[in-house]
């Protein structure tokens, strides 16, 4: 699932040139690997932290009127009224 969801993205493409690049694609995997581990880590922590300060249900309305406001932006780009 994941690779699905990242297929295309930026970061994948920097990774698969690096590869290209510098012929050693077991490194740059573990590299990526890490990378992609630091973030995920840095995620939970921030979000345990921030949970300690906002309620739960703040963070759950602004991550819809977040992915409310984009999905709105996207369909009228799609329909290109912007």
Known sequence: MLFA???GDLSQVLTASFAAK???AAAV???ALLALWVVAGLAIVGGRAL???VPLDWVRRAAAIAFGTIAIITALEAG???
């Open 5 to 7: 969801a990242e297929w």
């Open 22 to 24: 510098y012929g050693d």
């Open 29 to 31: 995997f573990v590299g």
């Open 51 to 53: 949970l300690r300060v």
């Open 80 to 82: 290109d009224v912007l």
